[in-house]
């Protein structure tokens, strides 16, 4: 070892060390070569000492402040709940003296003495804040026992260990047995004082989380501020441990240097399943500060100076960009020729994406298969492009069209790519019927193909529109209190269910009898009353009966010559002192129209509040992705 990589037998730790503290060392050498110069001409051989010394105490100084300022101290006296915990693991793995508890940025943990002999854990923090009480129990008499039954011999192949994931060695399989014998003796030895059950249950959630966490870091442009937030809530919330985990123990049962996941198998602790975070963890928050200390220790240029929900759709756009990049050299590796998106699909589609190997399918991902990893960058990209959003920052899966239709990008990639555009249905059966000069047929036959699969309805979300949700949790239309409401242009039903749900008695209609009945298949014991009519021809008891009135990109579907007539009919459904609530798709006077949907101007938007109305209108988003909300209140 030390003939072919003597730096293997240099600890790990000094290669984190950052320029700054490496700078200190560098200036206290270069002092104690003047003192050693100068002992040299005075006869002071004394002073060589003195040098050595400095020179070593210039070393630790620059390790002991690069630790601490990348792994903040817990004041347990602020916790006592964990202080609580720590106490009790503390003696029960045979310690009389309480351990400080540091946190570090991603899933790790380890164990050490400070300079004068105090135990000291360090512990992850996207792991801390899911441990229950007898988790971080478990973890922390894990790291105690190991201290205690501690050796140079284990010591050193720990560390060399640490190096093997990245950097095979020659000697690679005795340090990885070495490493699985040791691992195996420690979380046997801690089983006997925690519980078997209790330190399984740990550790996968410890070893799954260790992956998931990596893969989250990777899945955004720099490091966020909410980094650790967003990771909860996929734990949570999309399920990211139980996607991640059986990609986890295949990769660690086909790596040859995984001893952490041979040990697991070896004592039939890998099958379980992973624990959910606690509902109510031992550490629920730390000081924002050591947040942020702790992400711009990850990275100095961007660590916690954004939030996910901050990144503008360029980004996003770039950054999956860069990800198709990677994927379309690699292909082009595979053929052997410079490659384009087709390519990519082709490979997938003949079976072959396992070929495809980038930088993300070396390490566990929450992917079904390599399929989904090879397509995901070129789906996304394809669908920014075409007017797609996420619908949360954090599950960046499910992209909102233009006009609400949703889509799950991974479930496309499964599917082999198959990705169109969703209006396409809806321009085709608009211009045939526009050809026979009928303006409204092709919804009944759009509503009718979706019904038995054969076309896509692009404004079906299957949720009630977000501006909808969002100006109902104000005072405006928070609660009906029995009063009539409205739904134009229902479609399938999900904004008049939200309308009722407020306690509005709700009346809804659509220009498609297949609408309606798919409406009423979808929400089978609804109190809206169902209806089909067509807004240019309303039956005339609906004049000035409701209290509120929601349109929703109904008139925006219609003829640009048929606006204004369309405009006037919803605006005679509102009573006296009622409320005309309009959402629609905005462009400017005269701006491009690629129809349809045809998009309403700032004189349309007006209309609707002509003959008395008072009106407060808001133009929602950026250049590219243009709303309007407005408000209007009859006298």
Known sequence: MLRTQPS????????????????????????????????GIAGGSWML??????????????????????NPRLSLRKQPRLAAVVKDAARTAGFRRTPQIRISAFVWTGVARNWYGKPRVRIGLPLLLQLPEDELRALLIIELTRLRNGSLRRHLFLDLYADELLKPTPWQAEIVAAVREIRRADWLAAAELAGQERVAAFLRRFLVSVWAFDWLMARAPGTPADAYEAFLWKLRHDRLAERIAPNVWDWMRAHPAAAEGKAMDDLGWSDGPVPEPAGDPVVAEVPRRFVTRLLRGVDLGTGGGFRLADVTREQ???????????????????????????????????????????WHTRWPCPHPNRDVCALL???????????YIAKSP???????????????????????GHMRDPDEDARRLAAESLAGGDATGWFEKLYAEAA???????????????????????????????????VVGCGLGDDAEYVAGLGYATTAFDVSESAVKGARTRFPASAVDYSAADLLDLPGEWRGAFDLVVEIMTVQALPEDLHLGAIAAVRELVAPGGTLLVIASARDEGGPVYAPPWPLTPS????????????AIEEIGDGERRRWRAAFRRA
């Open 377 to 387: 960058p070129i789906l996304q990209v394809k669908a920014w492009k075409m007017g």
């Open 452 to 486: 038995s699969g054969e076309a896509v309805v692009p404004w079906d979300s299957g949720t009630p529109h977000p501006l909808l949700v969002e100006w109902s949790q104000g005072s405006q239309g928070s609660s009906g209190d029995g009063r009539r409401a409205m």
């Open 49 to 70: 000492p003195v040098a050595a010394a400095l020179t070593g105490l210039c070393a630790w100084a620059a390790r002991q402040t690069t630790f601490t300022w990348k």
């Open 604 to 615: 349309e938007v007006a209309a609707f509040g002509e003959d008395g109305f008072a009106a």
């Open 316 to 358: 996003w756009i770039d950054y999956w960009n860069e990800l198709r990049s990677n994927v379309i050299v690699a292909t082009a590796e595979v053929i052997g020729r410079e490659a384009r998106d087709d390519d990519v699909i082709a490979l997938v589609r003949a079976g072959r994406a396992a070929e495809i190997q980038w």
């Open 394 to 416: 954090y599950r960046q899966r499910e992209l909102v069209g233009p006009d609400g239709h949703l889509i799950d990008v991974v479930e496309l990639a499964r599917d082999g």
């Open 8 to 39: 293997a037998l240099i600890p790990y730790w000094l290669f984190s060390i950052p320029w700054i503290p490496w700078a200190v060392v560098g200036v206290g050498a270069g002092a104690c070569w003047l003192i050693v110069r100068w002992a």
